[in-house]
């Protein structure tokens, strides 16, 4: 227990090693059946988007989505779970683990998760050719970078809430949205001037500009610096809600 935040980090890794045949339908094969039908088979309609060839302006869509939805379902009733129904989060906290412990190991285990999956995507996008960048490297980056800001805020939102219904809301009103709307399927260009501004305050939207500067060899709209100042804020902002979410809760 040298350093406890490693040692919860080890935990959840063990818990999934248990798990991991459930999740591979949608972590590696969902996306790459999505990006196939999208793609290749809508593609073949709208023929190209600035200039690319429509499979190759979604690839960095998809990868950026599959990122996002992975960290908001991981952190959803795995989080909750641990305070209400089994309080494993009660027991940890009963050892020399604290709660910023907690909190570090528990991120560090999504992010590995979404890494995993981004590169596992990557690298079957690239063996189709569906790259026009060797920038495209840096994009699992990216995709740790808006896991971390996704996962911390939504962490926080589950270890606060006492029921899991108010996660229908989460993913009606947050997730599916900012799925359809932060640019993954189309320039958010496309979009009413007045509904602009909801995708610019989407951390999947900065992390699909990123993604797709780097997979087509292009400038994103924002400075990049923009674009990963706004991830960073939603991370350390997740991360200190969490913080007091997690306190609260363990007082129970």
Do not use: N
């Not at 809301?169 to 496309?190: K, N, Y």
Request: proline fraction near 6%; aromatic fraction near 14%.
């Amino acid at each position: 227990m040298a350093r406890p935040a490693v040692a919860v980090l080890e935990r959840h890794l063990t818990l999934y090693k248990r798990l991991w045949r459930a999740s591979v339908f949608s972590s590696f094969v969902l996306p790459v059946l999505f990006l196939a039908s999208i793609g290749l088979g809508v593609g073949g309609y709208v023929g190209e988007v600035a200039g690319v060839p429509y499979v190759e302006w979604i690839v960095p869509g998809v990868l950026a989505s599959t990122a996002f939805q992975m960290a908001v379902g991981e952190c959803t009733y795995s989080v909750l779970g641990e305070f209400k129904w089994s309080r494993q989060a009660h027991a940890m906290y009963a050892t020399r683990v604290s709660v910023p412990d907690m909190i570090a190991g528990w991120l560090a285990y999504v992010v590995l998760r979404v890494e995993v999956a981004v590169v596992v995507f990557l690298a079957v996008v690239a063996a189709f050719g569906a790259l026009g960048s060797a920038w495209a490297l840096v994009t699992p980056l990216v995709a740790a970078l808006l896991a971390l800001s996704v996962a911390a805020p939504v962490t926080a939102f589950s270890a606060w809430i006492d029921h899991d219904s108010y996660f229908a809301l989460l993913f009606r009103f947050v997730m599916i949205p900012s799925t359809l709307f932060a640019g993954v399927f189309f320039p958010v260009e496309q979009l009413p001037v007045l509904v602009r501004p909801l995708a610019y305050v989407s951390p999947l939207w900065h992390g699909v500009e990123l993604c797709r500067a780097a997979t087509l060899g292009v400038a994103p709209p924002w400075p990049v610096w923009a674009h990963a100042g706004c991830l960073v804020v939603f991370a350390v902002a997740g991360v200190a809600w969490a913080r007091v979410a997690f306190a609260r809760r363990l007082r129970d």
